[in-house]
Nanobody
Framework: QLQLVESGGGLVQPGGSPRLSCAASGFTLDYHSIGWFRQAPGKEREGISCITGSGDSTIYVDSVKGRFTISRDNAKNAVYLQMTSLKPDDTAVYYC????????????????WGQGAQVTVSS
């Protein structure tokens, strides 16, 4: 059974730097692009970052560019999202998702999803 599990969320103060992890089981991530998405209350799920299977290419949405860094460790079958300079607007449920093709920021391109990790930015 293909499964992705996010961890590392929680309550974070503005300016904080948590790291989210996405661990896979039931399949290897090596040949999958992994995307990070987030969904704030009342808003649509948006793709914020993606990394290719080899890790040689990444994409970021403008709102997180320069603050978030996506990386992967295929030996550990995991992908990470290092977040810095968090703002209240970053509050959302964060999801990782896998797709066998090239990187994308579109929900419909991804076939496997984690259950999500809440990140709340508040003082």
């Amino acid at each position: 059974q293909l499964q992705l599990v996010e961890s590392g969320g929680g309550l974070v103060q503005p300016g904080g730097s948590p790291r989210l992890s996405c661990a896979a089981s039931g399949f290897t991530l090596d040949y999958h692009s992994i995307g990070w998405f987030r969904q704030a209350p009342g808003k649509e799920r948006e793709g914020i970052s993606c990394i290719t299977g080899s890790g040689d290419s990444t994409i970021y949405v403008d709102s997180v560019k320069g603050r978030f860094t996506i990386s992967r460790d295929n030996a550990k079958n995991a992908v990470y999202l290092q977040m810095t300079s968090l703002k209240p607007d970053d509050t959302a449920v964060y999801y990782c998702a896998a797709e066998p093709g090239a990187c994308s920021r579109y929900v419909w391109d991804f076939h496997s999803w984690g259950q999500g990790a809440q990140v709340t930015v508040s003082s």
